[in-house]
């Protein structure tokens, strides 16, 4: 898999919410320490403001 740190956040911001289905949510949960270690400043402010929010990445 490749991805560019917008669309992370943008597949997060869909199936890291509590209403997607299960499978996709342990995807993002696996993705998450690699996304984190990619990118720790925007990863710290992802958590924070957005992680399973629902809200879409402009």
Known sequence: ???NVRSLMHLMD????DDAQL???QMCE???PHFEAW??????WYK???W???RLSP
């Open 52 to 54: 399973a929010k629902a």
């Open 23 to 25: 499978e996709a949510q």
């Open 14 to 17: 869909l199936r890291a919410k």
């Open 30 to 32: 696996l993705i998450w």
């Open 1 to 3: 898999m490749s991805a």
């Open 39 to 44: 990118v720790p400043a925007i990863a710290a």
């Open 48 to 50: 924070k403001n957005r």
